[in-house]
């Protein structure tokens, strides 16, 4: 499967941006699709997933309900809805996909193995 990630780019503080990851291939619905992300200088770190088939999320704990990750299947497509952006959310934003993955690893980067390209986001003052 491959991905594509969009909707990256400079916003306020306070302010909101919308994540796309779209995909191709076939049997969207049996992978499960998460977003990482990278801040300048820092490690890679899980952001949220939406699991295959049922749908189940999950977030990392520091989107506090700020974020919500939702998946149309019929358009094979995940989305992030970033609300009150902080200045320690800019960073590259990256789509990842792994068919029926084990929910104990949901937030391991490892376990993906099909990524997408990445997308900035800068939260200014």
């Known amino acids: 499967v491959q991905l594509q990630a969009s909707g990256g780019g400079s916003v306020q503080a306070g302010g909101f941006r919308r994540l796309s990851c779209s995909t191709s291939?076939?049997?969207?619905?049996?992978?499960?699709v998460a977003w990482f992300r990278q801040a300048p200088g820092k490690e890679r770190e899980f952001v949220s997933a939406?699991?295959?088939?049922?749908?189940?999320?999950y977030c990392g704990d520091f989107v506090k309900g700020r974020f919500t990750i939702s998946r149309d299947n019929d358009k094979k497509t995940v989305y992030l809805q970033m609300n009150s952006l902080q200045l320690e959310d800019t960073a590259v934003y990256y789509c990842?996909?792994?068919?029926?993955?084990?929910?104990?690893?949901?937030?391991?980067?490892?376990?993906?193995?099909?990524w997408g390209q990445g997308t900035r986001v800068t939260v200014s003052s």
């Open positions: 990842a996909a792994e068919s029926f993955l084990n929910d104990d690893n949901y937030s391991v980067e490892r376990y993906y193995n099909f």
């Open positions: 291939g076939r049997a969207f619905i049996n992978y499960t």
């Open positions: 939406v699991k295959y088939g049922v749908g189940t999320t």
